[in-house]
């Protein structure tokens, strides 16, 4: 596609419960990430792909979150047992991987944890 | 460890008037720095970056910042804003090379342009 994508754009759910989010990057791209953005503050770091591979996921808050990337293209991040601490936007990015490039982010999924 | 602190969270400026962003940054090694923007109800979207090279970079809608490594700063300046260019600012940024994957942002500022 053009850009980014990421479903839902929007998700309420009950605490306790699980979700995922998915992320379908640009065309090409093989760097993937995942940032989470709270109410007020700016996106934080949570986990980066190159390829199939997690190469690094140490902002992952907690080991209720994961994330997966199986064919190197679609990913999803997967929250267990959610929180309402977990309410926030989850970003996700592309890129082509090399040093110095440029990462396009998609518009987000709103999560809210009631 | 880096950050980035944006000093100011919100930004009231006249159409027309010229405008100054403010971006410093912590590192211990050397930086990309990159500014992002953010309209209403859209996604981030690069705005500029510095790499390496003229500390001045250029953005095509008239946005300019400048690398100053000794005062660790990366200011967004524009000479003369307009009602567009209303939206969220954020700063960013990771160190260079290998570690170039990982963007550490500020809070942002919110740039309202008053007609």
């Known amino acids: 596609g053009a850009g980014v994508s990421q479903t839902p754009s929007n998700k309420v759910t009950e605490k306790g419960k699980y979700v995922e989010l998915r992320c379908d990057p640009i065309s090409g791209h093989t760097a993937l990430y995942w940032y989470r953005q709270s109410l007020g503050q700016g996106p934080e770091f949570l986990i980066y792909f190159q390829g199939t591979g997690a190469a690094d996921d140490s902002g992952l808050p907690n080991d209720r979150f994961f994330a997966v990337r199986p064919e190197g293209s679609v990913s999803t991040l997967k929250i267990q047992r959610t929180e309402r601490g977990d309410s926030a936007v989850y970003l996700c990015a592309s890129s082509t991987g090399t040093d110095g490039n440029t990462i396009y982010f998609g518009e987000g999924s709103w999560l809210t944890v009631v | 460890a880096q950050s980035v602190t944006q000093l100011d969270s919100q930004v009231p400026v006249f159409e027309e008037a010229p405008v100054e962003l403010r971006c410093n940054y912590s590192s211990s090694v050397s930086v990309y720095l990159f500014w992002y923007v953010q309209y209403p109800n859209q996604g981030l979207q690069l705005l500029l970056k510095?790499?390496?090279?003229?500390?001045l970079v250029e953005s095509i809608n008239g946005f300019e910042a400048e690398f100053n490594k000794s005062q660790t700063s990366f200011h967004l300046r524009k000479p003369s804003v307009h009602i567009s260019d209303t939206a969220e600012y954020f700063c960013a940024v990771s160190s260079s090379g290998a570690g170039s994957y990982q963007l550490t942002f500020g809070k942002g500022t919110k740039l309202s342009v008053i007609p």
């Open positions: 510095y790499l390496s090279g003229s500390t």
